[in-house]
Structure formats: structure tokens, C-alpha cells
């Protein structure tokens, strides 16, 4: 179970992964795995990939806290080597999402079905701003902008660091719909999450990840 922790710190101090504000929140280690190849939406990438190793993470650190306003999560993995510049088109960079069912059916190794969506909170290396990520199964990821979004992520030791937040839902807000493929979340709320990250030196990319073989409970503190 992951339980995100009702604290009194800033959007500025959660939002930084080395602030010492996160020490007064627990760490979960969560085992990781890469996703089935038979899921992966190309033949080409299924062949290529047959016998080359993929979703090579093999655990993630977490974090959760919320200071009444915004729900923060922090992301620790080792990592060997640092890809946050892309030169080629054999490049790719080092990411991570937190991933949440729209509809608590939504299996998480598929990306979800077309009955039951999965909403990620994406971030990448290389990018200035994360992504609110939508799928409803295998290769239909979409990506779009949310204002709402936020993250941040360090490398140093041979591992990175990374939070990603967003607001927290309120009762009467009716622009936190489940129906735009954007999970609710609110203070005292039960939902799931799941975890993925992607390593760019291994070139995973897309559907070439490691992630927590199930949904986990969320806890958001009250």
C-alpha cells in the first residue's frame, strides 16, 4: 500500500525531490517488471525485442504526501547512466509515470481496455513540463498538456529522484471529471496506483518499460 501523508510544507519544498521536507514521509520499495511482450503494440518491437533484456529497473522507491491543496509523488531508481538529451534517433531519455485506473476495472499491464481507461502522470528527462497520459489498451496512449501538472527530477549517485504533482480534487469542483480521462483524487479518498519507468539507455520507450506488476492501494490521509 502506498499512503500519501497530510503535511504542512510548501508546493515549492514538496515539489523539490532533495528537500529535506520528504524525510518526514515514509518510502515504500515496490518491485518492478517488465511489461509482457506479447503487450507490446508493434510485431516489429516484439521480434526485435525477443531475447534483448527490457524493463530493466527492478525496483522503485515512493514517496506520497499532500499538503491539503496538491498531491505529490517522489520516485527514486538507480540508474547506471544519465539520459536527459536526446542527440539521435536511437536516443531515447529516462522517464517515469504514476498511473491510476479511470475505472477501477482497468487492468493495468494493457494500458486499460476500451471500456476502461488508464490515466498516467508522465514525466521525461528531457522535457520541461509532464504529460497527462490517457489509454484505453494497448497502443492507444495519448498524450495532452495539463496545466495542473508539475515535476521536477535530479540525478545524483548513480540514481534519480523525481516528483510529479498535481491538484487535489475538491467535492464541488466540477472540472475534475473521470469522464476526460482524468482520475479524481481527493483528501481521504481509497484509490490505486501503479508505477512505471522507463530507461533511456536501454532505449525503452512506449511500451518498453518496468512496472509494478498490479494496482496498489492508495491511502490519501484525510
Request: proline fraction near 5%; charged fraction near 20%; charge should be negative.
Amino acid at each position: 500500500m502506498v499512503k500519501a501523508k497530510r503535511v504542512s510544507s510548501s508546493d515549492t519544498s514538496l515539489l523539490d525531490p532533495a528537500s529535506p521536507e520528504w524525510d518526514q514521509v515514509g518510502a515504500v520499495e515496490l518491485p518492478l517488471q517488465p511489461t509482457p511482450l506479447g503487450s507490446q503494440p508493434s510485431l516489429y518491437v516484439q521480434a526485435k525485442w525477443i531475447e534483448k533484456p527490457y524493463g530493466v529497473t527492478q525496483h522503485v522507491s515512493v514517496r506520497a504526501a499532500h499538503n491539503g491543496e496538491r498531491l505529490y509523488f517522489r520516485l527514486s531508481w538507480a540508474d547506471d547512466t544519465k539520459n536527459d538529451f536526446i542527440r539521435d534517433t536511437d536516443q531515447f531519455a529516462d522517464a517515469a509515470a504514476v498511473l491510476f485506473p479511470v475505472n477501477g476495472a482497468a487492468p493495468l499491464q494493457s494500458m486499460g481496455t476500451s471500456e476502461a481507461a488508464v490515466n498516467a502522470w508522465y514525466w521525461r528527462s528531457d522535457l520541461e513540463e509532464p504529460f497527462s497520459v490517457t489509454a484505453q489498451g494497448i497502443g492507444t496512449t495519448k498524450r495532452t498538456q495539463d496545466p495542473e501538472l508539475a515535476a521536477k527530477g535530479a540525478y545524483g549517485d548513480g540514481a534519480w529522484s523525481m516528483v510529479i504533482r498535481r491538484r487535489l480534487a475538491h467535492a464541488a469542483d466540477a472540472s475534475f471529471s473521470h469522464s476526460q480521462g482524468r482520475v479524481n483524487l481527493m483528501a481521504g479518498a481509497s484509490e490505486l496506483v501503479g508505477f512505471a519507468v522507463w530507461q533511456g539507455a536501454n532505449q525503452e520507450r512506449g511500451g518498453l518499460k518496468a512496472i509494478t506488476p498490479d494496482w496498489l492501494a492508495l491511502e490519501i490521509e484525510a
